[in-house]
């Protein structure tokens, strides 16, 4: 059981370039979540999901979009990377019911953008 | 919005020593958690409170949730090389925003062996 997987795991960019970063999870979780992680803001939400076709912005959600097609997906994109976008992303997840008892996260995808 | 104020934001003991962290909120929570990250990985769950003044233990830690709803602490008995890592709290309001937990901004510990 994989449970939360991030890929890629390290990515470099340029300023301006685009890209996305993949959240799959294989625990069948409605609720799908993606932070970021900066030194000292600990953990900051940016955007989240209740469920296929729903996504809604978060605490940080700007320079920012995401979309769930699949239950099991939650996509996050980078239009135009800035280097204030150079952080470490944590996709997490969990089921309706089990809100209470936590989330599962994935390892990380380590961001910088120069 | 709702914040979370934890401390110390780090400490370095020596192996042996105990470690109390905690966390405070200007709201009240229904649910505390605390978490731990190791170096290169993703947050993982220690310990999980629902009741206030609950008191749980997971092994060497023990945590506590505050009879006023407003804080916890989480206590690491006897330390060792491995409890290395950052520990975060974090507080849920199941039923509102989808219960989205709000986290602290971690306590980064060290263990000088």
């Known amino acids: 059981n994989a449970g939360v997987t991030q890929t890629p795991k390290f990515r470099v960019l340029k300023t301006g370039q685009s890209m996305t970063l993949l959240c799959a999870q294989d625990m069948n979780h409605e609720y799908m979540y993606w932070y970021r992680q900066d030194p000292g803001m600990g953990l900051r939400l940016i955007h989240y999901s209740v469920g296929e076709g729903t996504t809604a912005k978060g605490e940080v959600p700007d320079g920012y979009n995401v979309s769930r097609l699949k239950k099991q997906n939650f996509l996050l994109g980078l239009e135009s990377a800035a280097p204030s976008q150079t952080s470490v992303y944590f996709c997490?997840?969990?089921?309706?019911?089990?809100?209470?008892?936590?989330?599962?996260f994935g390892s990380g995808t380590r961001l910088t953008v120069v | 919005g709702q914040q979370l104020n934890q401390s110390p934001q780090s400490m370095f003991i020596q192996e042996g020593e105990d470690v109390s962290m905690n966390c405070t909120s200007s709201?009240?929570?229904?649910?505390w958690l605390w978490y731990k990250q190791e170096p290169g990985e993703g947050p993982v769950l220690l310990i999980a409170l629902y009741k206030a003044g609950e008191l749980t233990s997971n092994g060497r830690l023990t945590a506590q949730f505050g009879i006023t709803r407003k804080d916890s602490f989480l206590n690491i008995s006897a330390s060792i090389p491995s409890d290395v890592g950052i520990y975060f709290c974090?507080?849920?309001?199941?039923?509102?925003?989808?219960?989205?937990?709000?986290f602290g901004k971690g306590t980064k510990l060290s263990v000088k062996p």
């Open positions: 997490a997840s969990t089921t309706r019911q089990g809100a209470i008892y936590g989330y599962t």
């Open positions: 709201s009240i929570f229904n649910t």
């Open positions: 974090a507080g849920q309001n199941y039923g509102g925003s989808q219960g989205n937990l709000i």
